[in-house]
């Protein structure tokens, strides 16, 4: 069985950890107090986006943790607003600044915006300057398939990583196995659910919390990790960032997981990359 404390190991030879800090929502003042916990706690993988606005504050707290910069995994995104060639360049650079370093480990684009049809491209740009070492993988988020054959076809390359909105509501499991046959990993956002209805007070999340004395929130992470999805939860409170790190010492059975995937309603939290409003 796969040691789920072990990294990823993507499709261009980098690895990546399995669970991570989300940053969406933890303004830039509050970031650095927030990514220093995150990091003392154990933490490995780091979550931004430019859209965040608090790349500034993520990037002081992973310079200013003692953590080794080779030792942290820092993810940022290109916004919708700086797809085309010349643009994302600007936006890495620009991005690197803010984060106060020479280069990303994950550098993904945020939304493939259909309706401006330059993502291709945006990838493309993205794959120099990973040869020039200012990125070690590049990946995508909100992809579909389409999007992600219409990268390939172009360049030649499958995106190491796709994030995407994944939760027990929305579990995704065709694109999972779509991901998986071509070394895709899928990274899953908003994971606990929580944007609309509540996947944390589900009898069976409940259940399986008290069986193993862990929290729902545990479960639901635990449960990414065992379905092989890299997870990355947000909180602003240090109690919940050691929380939803300490979900090591149990695992859930196949029953408890079956009741969880159970609740899927095919039913997005989120906007449908599909409309283009993204
Ligand atoms: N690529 C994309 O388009 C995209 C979109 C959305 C998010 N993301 C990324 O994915 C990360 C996670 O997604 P998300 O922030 O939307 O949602 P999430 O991590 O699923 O949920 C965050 C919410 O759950 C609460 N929470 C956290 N831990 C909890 C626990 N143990 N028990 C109960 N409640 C808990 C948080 O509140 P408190 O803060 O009060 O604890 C917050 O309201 C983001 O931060 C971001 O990095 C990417």
Same mark, same amino acid.
């Given at each position: 069985m796969?040691?789920?404390?072990?990294?990823?190991?993507?499709?261009? /030879?980098?690895t990546m950890?399995?669970i991570?800090?989300?940053?969406?929502?933890v303004g830039d003042?509050?970031?650095?107090?927030a990514v220093e916990?995150a990091?003392?706690?154990?933490?490995?993988?780091?979550?931004? %986006?430019e859209?965040?606005g608090n790349? $500034?504050g993520? /990037?002081r707290?992973?310079? /200013?943790?003692g953590?080794?910069?080779?030792?942290? !995994?820092?993810t940022?995104? $290109?916004w919708?607003d700086?797809?085309? %060639?010349?643009? %994302?360049?600007?936006?890495?650079? *620009?991005?690197l600044?803010r984060?106060?370093t020479?280069?990303?480990d994950?550098y993904?684009?945020?939304?493939?915006?259909p309706? #401006?049809?330059l993502?291709?491209?945006? =990838? *493309?740009?993205?794959?120099?300057a990973?040869?020039e070492?200012?990125?070690?993988? &590049?990946g995508?988020?909100?992809f579909?398939?389409e999007?992600?054959? #219409?990268? !390939?076809e172009?360049?030649g &390359?499958w995106?190491? $990583?796709? #994030?995407?909105?994944?939760h027990p509501?929305f579990n995704?499991p065709?694109?999972?196995?779509?991901? *998986?046959?071509?070394g895709?990993?899928t990274?899953s956002?908003?994971?606990l659910g929580? +944007?609309?209805?509540? &996947?944390l %007070?589900?009898d069976?999340?409940?259940?399986?919390a008290?069986?193993h004395?862990k929290?729902?929130?545990?479960v639901v992470?635990r449960?990414?990790l065992q379905? /092989?999805?890299i $997870?990355i939860?947000?909180s602003s409170?240090p109690? +919940?960032?050691?929380?939803?790190?300490d979900? =090591?010492?149990?695992?859930l059975g196949?029953d408890e997981m079956a009741?969880?995937?159970a609740?899927?309603t095919g039913?997005?939290?989120g906007?449908?990359? *599909?409309?283009?409003?993204?």
């Amino acid at each position: 069985m796969t040691d789920l404390r072990e990294p990823v190991e993507l499709n261009d /030879g980098r690895t990546m950890p399995r669970i991570g800090y989300g940053t969406y929502k933890v303004g830039d003042d509050e970031a650095q107090e927030a990514v220093e916990a995150a990091l003392a706690t154990g933490y490995r993988l780091i979550d931004t %986006a430019e859209m965040y606005g608090n790349e $500034v504050g993520v /990037g002081r707290a992973v310079n /200013g943790s003692g953590v080794p910069r080779e030792d942290v !995994h820092l993810t940022t995104k $290109v916004w919708n607003d700086h797809h085309g %060639a010349a643009k %994302a360049r600007a936006a890495l650079e *620009a991005s690197l600044e803010r984060l106060g370093t020479d280069y990303l480990d994950l550098y993904l684009i945020h939304w493939p915006s259909p309706k #401006q049809g330059l993502y291709v491209e945006t =990838f *493309a740009a993205l794959l120099e300057a990973k040869d020039e070492g200012l990125i070690r993988s &590049v990946g995508v988020s909100n992809f579909l398939p389409e999007h992600l054959e #219409q990268v !390939h076809e172009g360049t030649g &390359v499958w995106p190491s $990583v796709n #994030q995407v909105e994944l939760h027990p509501y929305f579990n995704q499991p065709e694109l999972r196995a779509w991901h *998986a046959e071509r070394g895709i990993a899928t990274e899953s956002w908003g994971p606990l659910g929580q +944007r609309t209805g509540s &996947v944390l %007070a589900e009898d069976a999340v409940t259940a399986a919390a008290e069986a193993h004395g862990k929290s729902p929130g545990q479960v639901v992470i635990r449960w990414h990790l065992q379905n /092989g999805c890299i $997870v990355i939860p947000k909180s602003s409170k240090p109690k +919940r960032i050691a929380e939803n790190f300490d979900v =090591f010492d149990f695992a859930l059975g196949e029953d408890e997981m079956a009741a969880i995937d159970a609740l899927e309603t095919g039913e997005r939290q989120g906007i449908d990359p *599909a409309s283009g409003e993204r």
